[in-house]
């Protein structure tokens, strides 16, 4: 219910660990089993347990698929396809054709460093979706800057410009050998406008 509150594309889910950002995730999908394919993406230790909470919380059993390496074949028409960060940039091209309903990103911290190949692909990936979920315990780690990729994948009409949002909410400036966006600025507004998902 949470994704028809907010005119997002999304949501973040950032529970404290052990509140059940699987479980709220997994009741989500199984009220819209409209929305398929679904894919997940992971840290690889934890597919097999992804896998594990679908059968115990989706009641009507979707076709799930875990991707183990790049050289798998990815089946068609399942409902959920499990894979993990490592291997999503290797199979890109062949996840976009699917033209995914939602995508989640579990620890979406992954998606902080936004020249990385997995972070790349999961924008792609997620652009393409019609919804995306974000779970992460600690969402900003470090600085806001490191949260901006998620955002403007659940949000992309409120953050559409990282440059912007580097200037607004990460103290940006220029240095002279090019912009640091390193610091926080304006953090009582950010927090207003994430509030909502």
Not at 107 to 130: D, M, V
Not at 181 to 193: D, I, P, V
């Amino acid at each position: 219910v949470f994704l028809e509150m907010t005119p997002t594309r999304g949501a973040i889910i950032a529970d404290a660990p052990g509140l059940g950002k699987t479980i709220q995730t997994l009741g989500w999908l199984s009220i819209h089993p409209e929305l398929r394919p679904v894919i997940v993406v992971v840290p690889a230790s934890v597919k097999k347990n992804w896998e594990v909470e679908i059968e115990r919380w989706i009641p009507d059993k979707p076709s799930v698929q875990i991707i183990m390496t790049g050289k798998d074949k990815i089946k068609p028409k399942q409902d959920i396809y499990i894979i993990n960060y490592e291997l999503l940039w290797k199979l890109e091209n062949k996840l976009l054709k699917m033209s995914p309903s939602v995508v989640v990103f579990d620890e979406c911290t992954y998606l902080k460093e936004r020249k990385a190949k997995r972070t790349k692909a999961s924008i792609a990936l997620g652009r393409k979706a019609k919804y995306v979920i974000g779970l992460s315990g600690t969402p900003i780690l470090n600085r806001p800057m490191e949260f901006y990729n998620i955002l403007s994948l659940v949000s992309p009409e409120q953050f559409p410009s990282w440059f912007k949002f580097g200037v607004r909410y990460c103290n940006g400036y220029n240095n002279g050998y090019g912009w640091q966006f390193r610091g926080s600025s304006n953090t009582k507004e950010l927090r207003s406008l994430i509030r909502p998902f």
